[in-house]
């Protein structure tokens, strides 16, 4: 019997799902995404505001040195008595005793130092004072670290009243190790504050401006859309939005920058607020993004801060104002700001998004009010509800349940997980209903940025765009990262102070966004090889109870044979064991920090305990089908600052968050912990009640994830393949009802790399994609996907 040839037939005809706005980025401001990142200031604690609020190892000095050339003398310090203004209250004072051959201060920059390039030209700025010696200028330098002259210019203050000074600086070397230096000779005290240097350089040549290689990155990406400012930084904070660690107000980021207060970032370093939102929709329309601004919902779930619902309306009116700011004709107060602030044009926003990973009953008795108030004001606003950060569980369903009740446009969701994970969840949302509240992945990434990590999750777009009728928007995360202030990996992008390159993930994200299309086309495939799978082996290995930051007894541990009624009993059944991991390890005394359970290869089983922390401010742990210290499963009942349990799994070292219910530990209460497995089926109790239930599949490769769509612009039908194998994969490709006599078609692969492969900092573009064109007479065309491998074509009949 002949076999059958693999074939895709792309049915041109055959209209599905508008695509919209699918596929984008999301910028949050964590491992210096901002300051020391995109925003292109080169100084560090410009405004002298660095604080231990901030991080415990900051001052008002972090990145300054004292200065002091040829036997001067002088004393630094940071006052606050007579402060720019109320927003901006310490500034750094230089006490001149002796001038010698210059005073001062050196900034450090960010990473290695400032960096500069020969020929480049720099924009210094300040806030100055002084009390005497007017005539007398400050040497303004660029230098390197052992001190040569890079570049220079002079600025007399000549005023004992702050006021701004402004030079330009031409670099006549290449140093990305340079220092900025500002030295004083004469007499007296001088006061300095907001020291700023920008390169002229910027994206677009906006002064004060964005950095331009990280930019155009973007940029090149061609994102429908852009999220925006977070992430946990959103809702993690004071309710007060003049407190130092306030929560993310957007009001507090527009006009001069000098104006807007530093604030505490919850991934632990200072915000400047020097991108804020006026810069995030600026950036948004030079992009080609729509904006998504998120909002906190006047709560914290972090440390439980709660406005109370009678006094929403501040924080509901800064929703509605953001509306206005971003679309009101400038007759209406916060457009005419706008207009001010030099964009009268409104920015057109379409979306908005209420919280972030928001869990407990608190985010979602207040939702509704900020839903309500949107709509009733601004009906055409999608408004973005939240289901928590993981993909499964009880917090997950309260957020989707939100949504369908008050009728949300979209439910934000989030998850990070194993390869395995995406692989055995392609079909996550084949059965999900168009006519209900959209998704919206708002993060998620594979823990990696291999090249067989893009790959997997070239594979799951696939499915995302093939079930457009459900998903209306995603993005991968996070976006940025400095390398030397890494907070979360991995990252689409990395850089440091001169350099940038993009991820393999990078290269399928921007693949994806250049070729997404506008909708749908329906695609049969035949012939091919069914799918591949590891059968669906039960969940067998080592137990083992534990406890994180935590001390606990554990007693009455039974393991039974759910198949056969055999009983295994541990431990004393009086006083049973105790286990010990706390923080400080002196306080563990001689407890184990684990307690083996051994090995069980039961395909049904399971385990009962009575376990009560005695000590510490989280939980209890307990292993399963351990197989080693990189692949098992885990309960953890107290999890993460004592608000979860969760079963995860671990493949590989890399973790998935199966399922997630919140609760509580208390000390010296006493639970009575059940966990059941069944194959691969899982379900956890807590006082008999059950909390968690969950599978843990194993990923079903198919033989090719494939996905086609037309681009209205261009009548181009685009045509996108994943082969994640480990051979090539030869088939037909038919265009159903296309009409002409031949096709041209452009194809963007990326293949030929290791699994393991990864761009850097020498091999920024490693795994990139390559281009080549073909061609047919008819409406078809062989073609041989490489193994492992992603496929882009744009086909279009020849003219």
């Known amino acids: 019997m002949m076999e059958t040839k693999a074939a895709l037939k792309v049915l041109t005809g055959q209209k599905g799902a508008e695509l919209g706005d699918l596929f984008g980025i999301f910028f949050e401001d964590l491992n210096h995404a901002a300051d020391g990142g995109l925003y292109a200031e080169l100084v560090q604690n410009r405004s002298f505001e660095f604080d231990p609020i901030d991080n415990k190892d900051y001052h008002a000095l972090t990145a300054w040195e004292a200065v002091q050339r040829g036997n001067g003398q002088a004393k630094l310090t940071v006052e606050d008595s007579r402060p720019l203004n109320e927003r901006n209250l310490h500034y750094a004072v230089i006490d001149i005793v002796e001038e010698g051959s210059g005073v001062g201060i050196m900034n450090l920059g960010f990473n290695s130092g400032i960096p500069v390039k020969e020929g480049g030209q720099y924009q210094f700025s300040m806030y100055a004072r002084r009390d005497a010696?007017?005539?007398?200028?400050?040497?303004?330098?660029?230098?390197?670290?052992?001190?040569?002259?890079?570049?220079?210019?002079?600025?007399?203050?000549?005023?004992?009243?702050?006021?701004?000074?402004?030079?330009?600086?031409?670099?006549?070397?290449?140093?990305?190790?340079?220092?900025?230096?500002?030295?004083?000779?004469?007499?007296?005290?001088?006061?300095?504050?907001?020291?700023?240097?920008?390169?002229?350089?910027?994206?677009?040549?906006?002064?004060?401006?964005?950095?331009?290689?990280?930019?155009?990155l973007l940029k090149d990406m061609k994102p429908k859309f852009m999220r925006f400012p977070g992430g946990c930084l959103v809702h993690d904070g004071s309710l007060n939005p003049d407190d130092r660690d306030s929560m993310y107000r957007w009001k507090n980021t527009l006009g001069d920058v000098a104006q807007r207060p530093a604030r505490r970032n919850n991934w632990s370093y200072n915000q400047t607020l020097g991108l804020g939102y006026y810069e995030y929709f600026q950036f948004c329309e030079d992009i080609g993004a729509k904006p998504i601004p998120v909002l906190p919902g006047a709560y914290d779930p972090h440390h439980k801060r709660i406005v109370p619902v009678g006094e929403l309306k501040p924080w509901i009116d800064d929703a509605l104002d953001l509306i206005e700011f971003a679309n009101g004709d400038t007759s209406t107060k916060w457009g005419g700001i706008r207009a001010e602030l030099g964009h009268p044009e409104p920015f057109g926003l379409e979306y908005v998004g209420i919280g972030n990973e928001e869990v407990g009953e608190p985010f979602f008795e207040r939702y509704p009010y900020f839903h309500r108030a949107i709509k009733e004001r601004y009906p055409d606003i999608k408004v973005i509800n939240s289901s928590g950060p993981f993909s499964a569980g009880a917090e997950y369903e309260r957020g989707w349940n939100s949504a369908r009740e008050h009728q949300s446009d979209l439910v934000d969701e989030h998850y990070y997980s194993s390869p395995e994970w995406f692989l055995a969840n392609h079909h996550r949302y084949d059965h999900f209903k168009g006519d209900e509240p959209k998704v919206f992945l708002g993060e998620y990434a594979s823990w990696g940025n291999t090249y067989y990590n893009a790959l997997v999750e070239a594979a799951f777009m696939t499915g995302l765009q093939n079930n457009a009728h459900a998903v209306g928007l995603a993005c991968y995360a996070p976006m940025l990262c400095n390398v030397d202030y890494v907070n979360w990996k991995p990252d689409m992008i990395w850089f440091n102070n001169h350099e940038v390159y993009g991820t393999a993930n990078y290269y399928v994200q921007k693949l994806f966004m250049n070729h997404q299309g506008d909708h749908l086309l329906g695609v049969e495939a035949e012939g091919f090889a069914p799918p591949q799978t590891s059968g669906n082996p039960p969940i067998t290995g080592a137990l083992t109870l534990a406890v994180d930051a935590a001390s606990a007894r554990f007693s009455g541990i039974t393991l039974t044979n759910n198949l056969t009624g055999e009983v295994k009993t541990f431990g004393s059944s009086s006083s049973g064991i105790t286990v010990s991991k706390l923080p400080d390890p002196a306080l563990n005394g001689k407890d184990p920090e684990v307690f083996e359970l051994g090995v069980t290869d039961w395909e049904q089983y399971t385990l009962k305990l009575k376990a009560v922390r005695t000590a510490g401010h989280k939980g209890f742990r307990i292993y399963f089908g351990k197989q080693d210290e990189a692949n098992h499963l885990f309960w953890e009942i107290g999890g993460w600052q004592n608000q979860d349990s969760i079963i995860t799994s671990i493949v590989q070292n890399r973790h998935t968050a199966l399922t997630h219910t919140m609760f509580t530990v208390e000390t010296n209460v006493e639970y009575d912990l059940t966990l059941e497995v069944s194959g691969r089926h899982i379900r956890s109790y807590i006082n008999g009640e059950l909390f968690n239930e969950t599978e843990d599949k194993l990923p079903v490769i198919e033989p090719l994830y494939y996905t086609a769509s037309r681009e209205e612009a261009t009548g181009d039908i685009i045509l996108k393949a994943v082969n994640v194998q480990g051979q090539s994969i030869a088939a037909d490709i038919g265009l159903i009802d296309l009409p002409g006599e031949g096709i041209n078609i452009e194809v963007y692969e990326l293949s030929g790399h290791r699994p393991e492969d990864e761009n850097n900092f020498e091999q920024p573009a490693l795994v990139s994609p390559k281009q080549h064109s073909l061609s047919a007479a008819g409406s078809s065309f062989s073609y041989e996907f490489p193994e492992q491998s992603v496929t882009v074509f744009r086909i279009s009949p020849k003219s």
Not at 192 to 199: E, K, N, Q, T, V
Request: glycine share 10%; hydrophobic share 40%; no cysteine.
């Open 133 to 216: 010696s007017f005539d007398s200028p400050l040497s303004i330098r660029i230098e390197s670290a052992d001190g040569g002259v890079h570049g220079e210019t002079f600025i007399t203050v000549n005023s004992t009243e702050w006021a701004k000074y402004e030079g330009v600086i031409e670099a006549k070397a290449t140093d990305y190790s340079s220092r900025l230096v500002v030295l004083a000779k004469g007499s007296g005290r001088v006061y300095l504050d907001m020291i700023s240097l920008f390169p002229e350089k910027t994206f677009l040549n906006r002064p004060g401006g964005l950095r331009e290689d990280i930019a155009l």
